[in-house]
């Protein structure tokens, strides 16, 4: 009888790491922030969102404008005008003689160029999934300067220590996208593919 | 095949002389608007010269961002991003475009001193760095 019950208590152990396992699999699955995966999906080459099709993704329409990248990413990441809606970008275009600060005062033409390429692919203006999470989580009557100041942002950013950022002389900011997001200028800010200067990989 | 060192020295000299020549063209007009000859000592003096830059609260001077070794990248005060070297010995693409350098003098100056640069500092500014 005894021998018996030893064996029927190893299968019963089995069974319930087993179980255990399973269960565990399955939160880490249900917890990953880009199930229906598409990375770059929506980060197509002509720079628009593919309509229609509104998967889960932290992907956003890449730069396509190039005298926007040349203006801007001299001093700062060319950020994809799809992480803010189209009012804050006329606030920000208008405002360019002190911008955060700084002088960042353009030819006329220029401006107005930059503006218009920035509006029409602003985040409330392009079909985008991730774009819409960031526009979604701002108040109506906001236009918000930094896309750090979105609730969305904030809510994606909030685990992360000082130490890790701030006080991180590689990193400093989080206006440094590409600091840590490694396909941040293809438009890609996948959690997995993340790698903090001097700290690796986070995974939440 | 013994000579194959002096292609880029070729390259370089080459590229020397394009920043020359824009430089020449720029001095020529600030001269127009007043300015005496241009001096790559005094350049390098208003480089380091410090101001207070009010609203950062600091002490601030070209070098704050591109350094002392032109030769050598830059970095953003503020954002950490990379600055290209500004010398055109070593960065060809700096020099050479008037529109661009006009841009750069009217954003930076009115930063960095607080004011336009007259004619005369952009001549030198203009004389020290392409001496480097």
């Not at chain 2, 005094?42 to 030769?71: F, P, Y």
């Amino acid at each position: 009888m005894k021998p018996r019950l030893k064996i029927n208590r190893f299968w019963g152990m089995v069974l319930l790491a087993g179980c255990i396992t399973l269960s565990m699999g399955t939160l880490a699955w249900s917890d990953s922030d880009d199930w229906g995966k598409s990375g770059n999906k929506y980060a197509s080459e002509d720079g628009k969102a593919d309509e229609g099709s509104w998967g889960r993704t932290t992907g956003v329409a890449v730069v396509t404008n190039k005298q926007y990248r040349n203006e801007c990413s001299a001093c700062h990441f060319a950020y994809q005008p799809g992480f803010l809606p189209e009012r804050s970008w006329v606030k920000i275009m208008g405002s360019l003689d002190d911008h955060f600060g700084e002088n960042a005062k353009l030819d006329e033409p220029t401006r107005a160029s930059i503006e218009n390429y920035l509006r029409g692919h602003a985040g409330d203006v392009l079909p985008n999934r991730f774009s819409r999470s960031f526009v979604r989580s701002i108040d109506a009557d906001a236009a918000p300067l930094r896309i750090s100041q979105t609730a969305f942002f904030h809510r994606k950013h909030r685990e992360i220590p000082a130490r890790m950022v701030k006080d991180n002389l590689k990193v400093r900011s989080f206006s440094n996208c590409a600091a840590c997001h490694g396909g941040a200028d293809q438009g890609s800010f996948d959690e997995h593919s993340v790698r903090i200067p001097d700290f690796g990989s986070w995974e939440d | 095949m013994k000579h194959l060192w002096l292609i880029p020295m070729l390259l370089l000299a080459a590229s020397a002389q394009a920043s020359e020549a824009v430089v020449q063209a720029q001095i020529t007009q600030y001269k127009q608007q007043g300015s005496g000859a241009a001096d790559p000592t005094r350049g390098m003096a208003k480089w380091n010269e410090q101001h207070m830059q009010a609203k950062i609260g600091k002490m601030v001077s070209c070098s704050s961002c591109h350094g002392n070794d032109l030769t050598q990248a830059g970095e953003h005060l503020r954002t950490g991003k990379r600055i290209d070297p500004m010398a055109p010995s070593v960065n060809p693409d700096r020099l050479s475009d008037p529109a661009k350098i006009e841009k750069w003098f009217g954003r930076n100056c009115e930063w960095t001193l607080g004011r336009d640069c007259t004619a005369q500092e952009k001549a030198d500014f203009l004389a020290f760095i392409q001496s480097k």
